[in-house]
């Protein structure tokens, strides 16, 4: 399994702007006489049957880093929403460390917590949970108002993200009024309203049907290419975790299974478990140049470029047409190439 | 969801029992064996006195002598001072709005205040029917008392939601304090008012302190209750997503959990004020200072035709309240209403509008010098005489409704039912009762409520009351009885068939929202034989409630189970029969323990009217200031209500437990 994020060409700027470090989370009474022991190790049910407890989460560590997109995904049960919330403290870890844009999360105080969910994250649920007895407006303001931002200036910027995601006609509205992708339109209004560093979502596309989905994942894509903010993204669907995700974890019963790029997800899943989710997904619409090059020998420059991060499927047309391999390039530099042997290889590799 | 619906519901599996250790046969082999040794044993072995306290009831006396005598003092103890000074305040908050209401505003002010804040808040209709309400008190010749209990009740109100309301809010955010006040708020609806009278008085004496605070002993519960459940409706997920944007908790509360909350917190209110509005007429035994109860109880021996139209007035003071706070719960919904700058301007204006009318009536109301208390043109007389007419027809011996029908079904009622039990259970050795009624609380409901009722059925011996108790314990048993079958049939068919629950449902709506006594009345007369009254009339305060939970019960046995008898070719009667009763079970269940609590509450409060035994002791000890043997029954009410309470509940998770 490769790891690092470098590998899919996507450029770090600075620090990881979360760093979640050993993290545990353990349902139940006496949950944290449970880390640290042989028992944190039993599968699930044993656990269970043996002391009652459930662990959510068992030992998760991760990086995210400013700009990236980082998915966590798992089949239902496996902690995701657990993982997602203990990066805030809405669940407090059993173990483990979090830092968010420098600060330590899990030793903050009460006040600083406050300050970091006010002003640091912001996140998406998937109902929605928005206030029924407010409009849309005062919905999408309602992270500034507990900031304590005057009404007319929240009002304002409330109007200005409406705008983003195309609701300014809904502003006096109520949620009940709204369609289900509506409302989780105002749900995303409500998290960039108060322009926060991270944004979270916890499975937020969930709920509607598969139309609206496809089309708030691409508002997702157009708002994060626009604003550029750190993203933590759960969801259970893996077409889903392949459009938005920079980079993937998908875990099971508690832990992380695999963390790598899409293309290191399908090219190499690390177990079963991870090749039975990327088993229908095709592998030449995921897999890149950069996985199926090899190292340029002499002579091998004057084939057609391509970018080292293009598809095998965009690729397909340029070396079928080309008699010599195709070199792949990142940043006008020749990294490998590519030959038609090694296209077939990978296309076959579906079946 | 409908696959979590399905898969909850395979989980019920009906218990299969030979019949010969079905719980019923068992309880009939055991009421057997108690009517052998009834028949066999000697019959005087009644409570034997030398198991009696009977200091007790001169301890009791004691703390009303040392209260006397604090009273005397001139520097009286803290707790004294306490009490006095709460007492003092609540007379005073009384006297104040009774006077707002009378004095100040007189009758047009009143009335205007009354219908032009319903028009503002719950609309035209709401105005209607508060207007029609304050002119009907007027009709009744009852202006005076009306506003001297619309004054107490909106001080009980007001207090019951200021105490219930925060301690609501704070069982709906902790799991803990719920747990903690559950029991507590449970102890307080169990008890019959009628137990409580005689403690609140010996602590604050007659007037209207007393009467507030023995309302509010009834009418918090469900202001804490509607509230915790308000609190904690709000979705979970509303309440994350506010906290993850860095709401404190305060903001959580004020900006999140109350606004979601406000449907149920209007509703809290409405009902707060039909449990005040129900215990007007025990509350009226208390006070001295007029309202709607006294007319109600003086009036039972002396004027009954007065006291029927003292009745009517209170029930229409209770729809029209339901009716008026139903509206305007449901009109001021933000949610519902879109209000835009100009339209909450003019609703503003509208407000001010009102306070000036109000203002004007009131010094037009002075100036015209109209009396503080409406008396004029009133239709009291002619009323009275023809509601005395009704009553002297029905009373008359020689009528076909006296000599075919109260008088036979009462006197068999007497005959065949109240007055076999009731000879059984007192002469019964009081072992084997004893004996006998725990093994069939143990067979039940099981250990804990079996000891429950050897303990309270203990109690109630050693206090000397036992033959008192086990004439009101025959009178709950046969009301419960009837209440419970003519409930569980009506039930079943407005389940099944529409007309019947639409025909029902104004009919409970009515009997529901009457106070308890109001019920009494007119079975005095039309029913005037020994104990009956009270056996009707708790049978009809009960029955509506075991219609409802059997109706809900019945109906809400899964559809796919329903479908599934049909799929198999039951009949209609087969599937209701064999699936639907089967399962609605634990309705039922609940049904006869939510009766026969009300049962129990009824038949002491005709103790009133000359059903004698416990509710007699206590109206005595009231009446004649014989504060130790009124408490004394009033304990041994309480013994029983708890005892019932824990029997036919235990019942109810036994079953769940058996089942999961
Ligand atoms: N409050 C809780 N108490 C006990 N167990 C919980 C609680 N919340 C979640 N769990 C358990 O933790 C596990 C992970 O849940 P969750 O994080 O919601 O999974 P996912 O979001 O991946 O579906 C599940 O087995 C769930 O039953
Ligand atoms: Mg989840």
């Known amino acids: 399994m490769r790891q690092s994020a470098s590998s899919n060409g996507h450029r770090h700027s600075g620090p990881p702007l979360i760093k979640a470090d050993g993290i545990w989370k353990i349902f139940g009474r006496n949950a944290d006489k449970v880390v640290g022991t042989p028992d944190a190790d039993l599968p699930r049910s044993e656990l269970r049957a043996k002391t009652g407890c459930v662990a959510a989460v068992r030992d998760v560590s991760f990086d995210v880093y400013p700009g990236e997109v980082f998915v966590v995904m798992g089949l239902s049960g496996s902690g995701k929403s657990t993982l997602v919330r203990t990066l805030i403290r809405l669940i407090e870890p059993t173990a483990g460390r979090i830092e968010l844009d420098g600060r330590d999360v899990t030793a903050a105080s009460h006040d600083e917590l406050l300050q970091l969910r006010r002003h640091t994250s912001s996140m998406v649920f998937q109902h929605f949970g928005l206030l029924a007895h407010r409009t849309v407006l005062d919905n999408v303001a309602f992270g500034l108002e507990v900031q304590g931002v005057s009404k007319a ?33 105002v749900g995303l209004a409500r998290a960039f309203a108060v322009d926060p560093k991270v944004l979270l979502y916890d499975e937020p596309f969930s709920a509607l049907d598969p139309l609206i989905r496809r089309d708030m994942q691409d508002e997702v894509i157009r708002l994060q290419e626009e604003t550029g903010k750190t993203t ?27 963390l790598g790029t899409p293309e290191e997800l399908v090219g190499s899943p690390a177990d079963e478990y991870v090749e039975n989710f990327v088993r229908d997904i095709p592998r030449s619409h995921v897999l890149t140049l950069r996985w199926i090059m090899r190292e340029a020998r002499a002579g091998e420059e004057d084939g057609p470029r391509l970018d080292v991060a293009t598809t095998v499927r965009n690729a397909v047309p340029v070396i079928a047409s080309s008699e010599r391999p195709c070199c792949a390039v990142d940043d006008g530099r020749i990294v490998g190439v590519v030959d038609k042997d090694a296209v077939l290889t990978a296309i076959a590799g579906e079946e | 969801m409908a696959a979590s619906s399905i898969a909850a519901r395979p989980g019920i599996v009906l218990e299969h029992r030979p019949w010969w250790r079905s719980r019923m046969t068992i309880v009939a082999a055991i009421v057997g064996a108690m009517v052998i040794c009834h028949l066999t044993l000697s019959r005087t072995l009644s409570w034997p006195d030398s198991l009696v306290w009977h200091s007790l009831t001169h301890y009791l006396d004691n703390i009303q002598n040392w209260l006397a005598a604090e009273s005397a003092k001139t520097d009286p103890n803290f707790a004294y001072r306490l009490i006095h000074w709460i007492s003092s305040g609540l007379d005073a908050l009384v006297r104040w709005l009774y006077h707002l209401l009378s004095s ?95 403690p609140v008085v010996i602590f604050f004496s007659v007037g209207p302190a007393a009467a507030v605070i023995t309302t509010m002993v009834y009418s918090v519960p469900p202001a804490v209750r509607i509230t915790a459940l308000g609190i904690r409706s709000v979705p979970a997920n509303t309440v994350e997503a506010a906290l993850a944007l860095g709401s404190t908790k305060r903001q959580l509360l004020w900006k999140v959990q109350l606004p979601l909350a406000r449907r149920l917190l209007l509703l809290s209110v409405n009902q707060t004020i039909l449990f005040a509005l129900s215990m007007v007429v025990i509350a009226g035994l208390i006070n001295t200072e007029g309202g709607l109860g006294a ?19 209170i029930v229409v003071m209770a729809i029209a309240l339901d009716r008026v ?30 306070f000036l009318s109000i203002a004007v009536a009131a010094i037009l109301g002075h100036l015209l010098s109209a009396g503080s208390a409406y008396t004029r043109w009133t239709a009291q007389d002619w009323l009275r005489t023809q509601v005395q007419n009704a009553l002297d027809y029905v009373q008359k011996p020689t009528t076909f409704l006296f000599k075919d029908i109260t ?22 050795p009081w072992f084997i009762t004893l004996a006998g009624l725990a093994a069939i609380a143990f067979v039940l409901s099981g250990l804990r409520p079996a000891t429950t009722t050897i303990l309270m059925f203990a109690l109630i011996g050693a206090i000397g009351e036992w033959q008192d108790a086990m004439d009101t314990f025959s009178q709950v048993l046969v009301a419960t009885a009837i209440a419970v079958a003519i409930g569980i049939v009506l039930g079943v068919l407005a389940a099944e068939i529409p007309w019947v629950s639409r025909a029902i449902r104004p009919v409970n709506d009515v009997l529901q929202t009457l106070p308890q006594l109001v019920y009494v009345i007119p079975f005095v007369y039309i029913f005037p034989i020994s104990y009956v009254p009270g056996l009707i009339a708790s049978v009809l305060y009960a029955f509506p409630v075991v219609v409802r939970l059997v109706e809900r019960g019945v109906r809400d046995v899964a559809p796919e189970t329903v479908e599934a008898a049909g799929a198999f070719g039951a009949t209609r009667l087969q599937t209701l029969v064999k699936v639907k009763i089967p399962l609605a079970r634990d309705a039922i269940m609940l049904g006869i323990n939510q009766g026969i609590i009300m049962v129990l509450a009824v038949v002491v409060i005709a103790g009133l009217v000359g059903s004698g035994a416990l509710g007699y002791a206590v109206a005595a000890g009231l009446q004649r200031g014989q504060f130790g043997i009124g408490v004394v029954a009033s304990i041994a009410i309480l013994a029983m209500g708890i005892a019932l309470d824990r029997v036919t509940r235990g019942n109810r998770s036994a079953a769940k437990g058996g089942r999961s």
Request: glycine content about 10%; charged content about 15%.
């Open chain 1, 153 to 185: 200036q929240r009002h304002a910027r409330a109007g200005e993200v409406l705008k983003l995601v195309g609701l300014e006609d809904a502003a006096s509205q109520f949620p009940s009024e709204l369609s289900g992708g509506m409302q989780q339109r």
């Open chain 1, 232 to 258: 933590v993204f759960i969801t259970h669907d893996l077409p889903e975790a392949l459009r938005l995700g920079d980079r993937i974890a998908i875990m099971r019963d508690g832990r992380i299974v695999q």
């Open chain 2, 104 to 198: 100040w505003l007189t009758w047009p002010g009143t009335t205007l205040l009354g219908g032009l804040l319903a028009w503002r808040f719950g609309g035209r209709r709401a105005a209607v029917i508060m207007v029609g309400s304050f002119a009907s008190f007027a009709a009744l010749g009852l202006w005076d008392d009306s506003m001297q209990t619309l004054a107490l009740m909106l001080v009980a109100v007001a207090l019951s939601l200021l105490v219930g309301v925060p301690l609501g809010i704070v069982a709906g955010r902790s799991d803990r304090f719920n747990g903690l006040i559950t029991p507590v708020l449970d102890a307080m609806q169990i008890v019959p008012a009628f137990a409580y009278l005689m």
């Open chain 2, 295 to 313: 007319p109600v109880t003086n009036g039972l021996n002396s004027d009954p035709a007065l006291a029927i139209l003292a009745g009517v007035a």
């Open chain 2, 325 to 354: 706070t139903e509206a305007i719960a449901e009109r001021t919904d933000t949610a519902k209403r879109h209000l835009d700058v100009a339209g909450r301007k003019r609703a503003r204006l509208a407000t001010g509008a009102v």
């Open chain 2, 407 to 428: 008088n036979p079904v009462g006197n068999f009622l007497v005959a065949h039912m109240l007055q076999p039990l009731d000879t059984f259970l007192v002469e019964t």
